[in-house]
């Protein structure tokens, strides 16, 4: 993002909010995009459409992406069957239209299904996700005016999005099959925190996504955030932005990783009380010898996946040190 400050994504989809679009088309695209890759996994994957548009309006991107996060789950959760099978159905109502992407997998976990949309949570091995599909799902159907909602069990999982529809005059058409879903509702968990005091934030990360969930969590916290790719991205926005605070960076990345990085900052850090914090995904034991290190300026470590939880308190903690 070359350092740009974000406080929302609002300005970002200001120019898309009132794009009209047809769901039924888009959906046929999104299946047709994932046909053959899904066929090498033999997965098989079905389209029940309709017959009429049903359109909708905001950002067709956006919803386009969080159809794919859909499928994309539907095809992990697959990989264990023997049997692998997707099947994807459009239904509109006179006042909205529904997506609904069934898998017949083994269903989520009851001990699970309360964290499923919390941003970083994952049930996948290490390094097979980031645990942002459903959260970032979740976010988009809120920004297009709509809502997610699931269905699970043993025999498998049915994902529905539902959109409010713009061509209201077409008569309303029934659900096929009538199926008691559970919305997924996104709470703030922030109204009864203290909102950060306004520290300038530099996150560093080469994965868009992860640094766009950490970047809305630091937002909402109070935190003036600027975004770099990579670590000489990262060493331009901070010269241009003497004033940032805390430095959060992953360890992997390329052209310049987070150790280099770090080494660099420290050399031309012109505050002391900066903080600077690594991300990483892998064996934090690589890292050792730099927390033992009492030269070096790493504040502390962040082992993904982590969760808001872990952000909001390593914050808390910056502010207690910054205040010292």
């Known amino acids: 993002m070359n350092g740009l400050r974000r406080f929302s994504r609002q300005e970002e989809e200001a120019g898309h909010q009132d794009e009209s679009f047809d769901v039924a088309a888009l959906v046929a695209e999104s299946v047709d995009l994932v046909q053959e890759v899904f066929r090498a996994d033999s997965v098989e994957i079905s389209l029940n459409t309709i017959t009429e548009a049903c359109f909708s309006k905001g950002s067709r991107d956006r919803l386009q992406q969080a159809v794919m996060n859909l499928l994309q789950n539907a095809r992990d959760a697959l990989l264990e069957q023997d049997s692998r099978q997707i099947e994807v159905k459009i239904v509109s109502h006179e006042s909205d239209c529904k997506i ?17 949309c919390d941003a970083f949570f994952t049930t996948k091995p290490l390094g097979k996700g980031t645990g942002l599909g459903l959260s970032l799902t979740s976010t988009i159907m809120q920004e297009l005016g709509g809502r997610v909602e699931y269905v699970t069990g043993l025999d498998g999982t049915s994902f529905c999005l539902t959109l409010p529809r713009t061509d209201v005059s077409i008569a309303s058409k029934a659900l096929p099959e009538e199926i008691e879903l559970t919305e997924i509702e996104q709470e703030s968990k922030h109204e009864n925190q203290v909102q950060g005091h306004g520290l300038t934030v530099l996150l560093v990360d080469d994965d868009e996504l992860v640094r766009e969930a950490i970047l809305d969590v630091l937002v909402d916290y109070g935190c003036k955030v600027l975004e770099a790719s990579q670590g000489q991205e990262a060493l331009k926005v901070l ?7 805390v430095v959060i960076s992953d360890t992997r990345m390329p052209v310049m990783d987070g150790v280099e990085l770090m080494a660099n900052v420290q050399a031309i850090a012109t505050q002391n009380s900066l903080q600077f914090y690594l991300m990483s995904g892998g064996d934090l034991d690589d890292l050792a010898p730099h927390i033992a290190n009492p030269d070096h300026i790493l504040s502390g470590l962040l082992a993904k996946p982590f969760g808001e939880d872990e952000i909001l308190q390593l914050f808390s903690q910056t502010e207690e040190k910054l205040a010292a």
């Open 100 to 116: 609904i992407i069934t898998d017949n997998g083994p269903g989520i976990p009851e001990g699970v299904q309360a964290k499923i």
């Open 239 to 245: 010269c241009d932005n003497p004033g940032v605070q």
